[in-house]
């Protein structure tokens, strides 16, 4: 049945926006934790191609003592850093050729008009677009989680990976070395002393040195886990946090699962603690391969989302929106998308540019742990 729609009304941006809208649930459950996704809480702008950021870190140190009479102690003042750097892009455009569009019009219908079947033909365009930047800030922020990524170089394209096998660029987001792996994030010995895949091992107590330690570093605690199902398994059925959640009760406090088929939890033993099981993956390197945002066995301990800490930062170039002189033009911030008419052959494309990066200003407030050494 004919809608009365037009091409430019289907393909106008606000349309598109409202399709990513509509799709930024699917795989984007770590980049909403931390308000990173599009259209989310914990977004900052910046104009232009690059980023910076100055760090001035408090103190904890307690004001030294003077005998009366003495002169005041001098102290140097407090140094100020800088980070700089640019930011990640991307840019696709799609065709949409009228043939294609026209030959899904309703056999008898008006020459000006698509059917509903067009209309679907456009918004499943959109949404393989819209979806593509949306999983790219879900990559980079499980990036961020992981300490850095790499962009493997084909030719003229980009491609995110995990691995640096053939990278022309790294993204390193800077967390110690003692917040990786068996977490010696004090220098005083490692706190993953076990395996968590084994009943005997005491994780609660790990996990208050995690705290512990976070605390001492940055002055932030922990208050989420990301970590898989396997994993999950072993905890909820580890002797130490049955025991301190009594052997009468079951150790899991709180479970609700969202529609993805993700998980939310908390342990009788630590309430304190909220865990993520995350088991999405993206497609990723020259290859599009699916990849786990979480490493097999490995958790991601941060504290409660915050700009304080992490904030993603969106950085903006001049758009033109289409080939005449008389196109849209201006400064679009983040993840823009928009569509303009072309002739020979008669087509719409459908373009987007995408400028953004997560900043971790606090690295040594992330952990990523080998939950079996």
């Not at 499980?142 to 096998?165: E, I, P």
């Not at 993805?260 to 009788?268: I, K, S, V």
């Not at 290859?287 to 969106?314: H, M, R, V």
């Not at 903006?316 to 983040?334: D, H, K, L």
Request: charged share 15%.
């Amino acid at each position: 049945m004919a809608t009365g729609y037009s091409p430019a009304d289907i393909l106008a941006a606000k349309k598109i926006m409202g399709v990513i809208t509509r799709v930024k649930p699917g795989l984007t459950h770590m980049s909403r934790l931390l308000g990173f996704n599009i259209g989310g809480w914990n977004r900052q702008q910046y104009g232009g191609r690059k980023f910076f950021y100055d760090t001035f870190n408090r103190s904890r140190r307690v004001a030294t003592a003077r005998q009366p009479g003495q002169q005041s102690d001098l102290i140097a003042p407090q140094k100020v850093g800088e980070v700089l750097n640019t930011f990640p892009r991307a840019a696709m455009t799609m065709e949409l050729l009228d043939e294609d569009m026209f030959n899904r019009r309703k056999i008898g219908g008006p020459v000006t008009e698509l059917d509903s079947m067009g209309e679907a033909y456009i918004t499943r365009q959109e949404l393989f677009l819209g979806e593509q930047f949306a999983n790219m800030i879900e990559f980079q922020t499980a990036a961020m989680l992981r300490g850095q990524y790499y962009y493997q170089q084909v030719g003229d394209k980009l491609y995110h990976s995990f691995t640096s096998s053939g990278a022309a660029q790294t993204i390193d987001f800077q967390i110690p070395s003692g917040n990786k792996n068996q977490l010696n994030m004090l220098g005083a010995g490692n706190i993953i002393t076990g395996s968590w895949l084994t009943a005997t091992t005491d994780i609660p107590t790990q996990l208050f040195a995690i705290n512990a330690a976070m605390q001492q570093l940055s002055g932030y605690s922990l208050a989420h886990l990301l970590l898989k199902g396997p994993l999950w398994n072993a905890m909820v059925n580890n002797d130490y946090i049955i025991a301190q959640a009594g052997s009468a009760a079951s150790p899991v406090d709180t479970i609700t699962k969202d529609p993805e088929g993700n998980f939310t939890a908390t342990l009788r033993a630590m309430p304190w603690l909220t865990f993520h099981v995350f088991e999405h993956g993206l497609e990723i390197d020259s290859t599009f391969t699916y990849t786990a945002l979480i490493p097999d066995d490995n958790f991601i301990g941060i504290p409660e989302p915050s700009p304080d800490w992490c904030q993603y930062f969106e950085g903006s170039e001049i758009v033109t929106e289409g080939p005449g002189y008389n196109a849209p033009r201006g400064e679009q911030f983040g993840f823009y998308p928009y569509a303009y008419p072309m002739f020979d052959p008669s087509r719409w494309n459908l373009s987007g540019v995408f400028n953004g990066i997560p900043a971790l200003t606090v690295p040594s407030a992330v952990v990523i742990g080998d939950a079996t050494p």
